[in-house]
């Protein structure tokens, strides 16, 4: 080993057993869209049609996906929105085509299904993620945030008071994790800061 390396961030870790690790988020995603369809027995018009966009998003083809992220395919704000029958049961066979193993394999899918859920208010509270899960979607939702939300981030840290991660440098902001979620995903404001 270069001299150099022992000096790397990674390079002293302890050898453990990481046969377990895995970077496939369909089945979280799947158990996501399924307690949200259950939560959606009367959603209100503009949650309809927000899961509405979500079925549209997850139900689509890679190319299809790719295109609307480019802003090139389809608008699918009100596609489906009048009908929440169809929308619930087009997410029900997303839910179960990713606990089949079919679909994307990374995070995206569970942000997504995660920002629909802050954002639909009418379906309840929403289920807290497990601390590292809840880390993971933060970490991925900064790197993709709006300018806005990075630019109230800048040189803070976002420490949750609930979860053993933190995201950023800087004065630290202490805060709930749900919060920080919400204010990521950019479907609340910038946190609070909690005591511990």
Excluded: K
Excluded at 150 to 179: C, F, I, K
């Amino acid at each position: 080993m270069a001299d150099f390396a022992r000096y790397l961030p990674l390079s002293q870790r302890p050898d453990v057993d990481e046969s377990a690790v895995s970077n496939d988020w369909r089945a979280l995603t799947a158990e996501r869209i399924e307690g949200l369809v259950a939560r959606a027995t009367s959603p209100s018009p503009a949650d309809r049609s927000l899961l509405a966009q979500l079925a549209v998003r997850l139900s689509g083809t890679r190319l299809g996906r790719l295109a609307r992220t480019v802003g090139i395919g389809d608008d699918p704000d009100q596609e489906g929105a009048d009908d929440a029958e169809a929308t619930l049961a087009t997410l029900r066979e997303v839910a179960a085509a990713r606990r089949r193993g079919s679909g994307p394999r990374g995070i995206a899918e569970l942000v997504d299904v995660v920002r629909t859920e802050a954002r639909c208010h009418s379906l309840g509270p929403v289920p807290a993620l497990e601390p590292m899960v809840a880390g993971s979607v933060a970490l991925f939702a900064l790197t993709r945030a709006p300018l806005s939300v990075r630019a109230a981030v800048a040189d803070r840290s976002l420490v949750p008071v609930d979860a053993p991660w933190r995201l950023g440098h800087g004065q630290e902001l202490r805060t709930r994790t749900a919060d920080i979620l919400d204010f990521l995903l950019d479907a609340g404001p910038v946190p609070p800061p909690v005591d511990d």
